[in-house]
């Protein structure tokens, strides 16, 4: 069927009153043969959700590839992606993202691609990633959201993008024609679900709270200026205190630097500190001790757990560790080191007490502390990656080589 001019008007209108698209940028030929595809599926009445969730199906809005735009994932890569890292590490969880407007998937699998590349820098697997990086990418079409779970991109999304980017991570499905899948521990790092821009952005806190970096690029390209506006001041208010937000380069005058500060790149603003002494409830996690991945990572992405108190501990170095941070955290570093390192030196089975006696010398006298975390390392050197660390249940040795490497980087830094 030919769309009649009444529903034409009807859907644009709906569309705009449900989801904010105003459809800037499309001519009226492309909006017609969303509809007509949609009305031919079924009953055509604008009024209906499912009938509108069609068209958005079948909008031409959904133009993105892996790696979109260079400089933002050099960015990154190079500045705000390690110390995102850390700073979720240190605070006992996963650095969390979340993409609005994901189209099928391209622009969650980039940011866990980006993020597991970092974390191979340091010594962490690849199976790994889906512990120290939670990725949620949003969409409003059913069909979209869909695409992305199956953990396949159409070819060009990855013949657009720079060979350095993917590092084997994206293959040739053979069973299918022109697409590519994602490499499982991409996917497990990624979660995707069916939401509207429009109602995450009125939510504010309630709905951005705990995010690190929220993605919403070229997407405010298709309302109209006055509702963009509208729904980037939204959403740069709903953020927690230092969580980047990242527009596209064409969208980078929606920035409100009311709320939010430059960012050293274009199209991206970070939340300045809130000056209420109210400020919204979030989904904030506890400040962690150490830093420390949770048990075997799974599809679902676990939470990062706190290092338990010494006293807890039933092994051998327990007495000794309590007593050390006792004098760690009275100042009196040098008698702490000799009252555990010959117990610790040289030993697998004491790893994980002597991240912990690194943490808290580093504060007090650092030269040392410093030298118990090197010798952490080194003594991890000899032991496979996968090893589980005696003493400390669903950690391997990878992993907390990489926690000690994050310690000292984190110093150096500073």
């Known amino acids: 069927m030919i769309p009649s001019a009444p529903l034409l008007a009807a859907t644009r209108a709906a569309l705009e009153t449900t989801y904010g698209l105003a459809l800037e940028g499309?001519?009226?030929?492309?909006?017609?043969?969303?509809?007509?595809?949609?009305?031919?599926?079924?009953?055509?009445?604008?009024?209906?959700?499912?009938?509108?969730?069609?068209?958005?199906?079948?909008?031409?809005?959904?133009?993105?590839?892996?790696?979109?735009?260079?400089?933002?994932?050099?960015?990154?890569?190079?500045?705000?992606?390690?110390?995102l890292l850390d700073a979720a590490a240190m605070a006992g969880r996963p650095v969390r993202v979340l993409s609005l407007g994901c189209s099928s998937g391209q622009e969650p699998f980039t940011a866990a691609m980006l993020f597991q590349d970092l974390l191979?820098?340091?010594?962490?697997?690849?199976?790994?990633?889906?512990?120290?990086?939670?990725?949620?990418?949003?969409?409003?079409?059913?069909?979209?959201?869909?695409?992305?779970?199956?953990?396949?991109?159409?070819?060009?999304?990855?013949q657009r993008c720079r060979d350095?980017?993917?590092?084997?991570?994206?293959?040739?499905?053979?069973?299918?024609?022109?697409?590519?899948?994602?490499?499982?521990?991409?996917?497990?790092?990624?979660?995707?679900?069916?939401?509207?821009?429009?109602?995450?952005?009125?939510?504010?806190?309630?709905?951005?709270?705990?995010?690190d970096l929220v993605l919403c690029r070229n997407v405010l390209i298709y309302f109209r200026p006055a509702d963009a506006a509208r729904l980037s001041a939204q959403l740069a208010r709903g953020l927690d205190p230092g969580a980047y937000l990242a527009f596209s380069a064409a969208e980078a005058h929606l920035i409100d630097t009311d709320v939010l500060e430059l960012a050293g790149q274009l199209g991206v603003g970070r939340a300045k500190p809130r000056t209420s002494a109210k400020a919204p409830r979030a989904r904030r996690a506890t400040r962690a001790r150490a830093v420390l991945p949770a048990a075997r990572p799974?599809?679902?992405?676990?939470?990062?757990?706190?290092?338990?108190?010494?006293?807890?501990?039933?092994?051998?170095?327990?007495?000794?560790?309590?007593?050390?941070?006792?004098?760690?955290?009275?100042?009196?570093?040098?008698?702490?080191?000799?009252e555990v390192r010959a117990a610790l030196i040289h030993d697998p089975s004491h790893l994980y007490s002597r991240l912990l006696l690194g943490q808290q010398?580093?504060?007090?006298?650092?030269?040392?502390?410093?030298?118990?975390?090197?010798?952490?390392?080194?003594?991890?050197?000899?032991?496979?990656?996968?090893?589980?660390?005696?003493?400390a249940d669903g950690l391997s040795v990878g992993q907390l080589t990489a926690a000690a490497r994050i310690?000292?980087?984190?110093?150096?830094?500073?």
């Open 26 to 83: 499309l001519g009226d030929d492309q909006i017609e043969a969303a509809v007509y595809s949609a009305a031919s599926a079924g009953m055509a009445d604008a009024r209906d959700p499912a009938y509108l969730a069609r068209v958005v199906d079948r909008l031409p809005i959904d133009e993105s590839w892996l790696f979109r735009d260079d400089t933002l994932w050099e960015w990154l890569r190079d500045k705000a992606g390690p110390a």
């Open 120 to 158: 191979e820098r340091i010594g962490l697997p690849a199976s790994a990633t889906s512990a120290y990086v939670q990725v949620v990418g949003m969409d409003s079409s059913p069909f979209r959201i869909g695409a992305a779970r199956s953990g396949l991109v159409p070819s060009w999304s990855v």
């Open 164 to 211: 350095g980017w993917l590092r084997g991570r994206v293959v040739p499905e053979p069973a299918t024609l022109a697409r590519y899948r994602i490499a499982a521990s991409v996917q497990a790092a990624c979660r995707f679900e069916l939401g509207n821009l429009v109602d995450v952005a009125a939510r504010g806190n309630g709905a951005l709270g705990g995010y």
């Open 361 to 391: 010398l580093i504060p007090v006298d650092e030269r040392r502390g410093r030298e118990v975390l090197q010798e952490l390392i080194e003594t991890a050197a000899q032991l496979s990656p996968d090893e589980a660390v005696p003493c």
């Open 298 to 338: 799974t599809g679902r992405a676990p939470a990062l757990r706190a290092v338990p108190d010494p006293r807890q501990r039933d092994n051998a170095v327990a007495v000794h560790l309590e007593q050390a941070l006792r004098h760690a955290q009275a100042g009196h570093a040098l008698e702490a080191l000799r």
């Open 407 to 414: 310690l000292l980087s984190r110093r150096e830094g500073a």
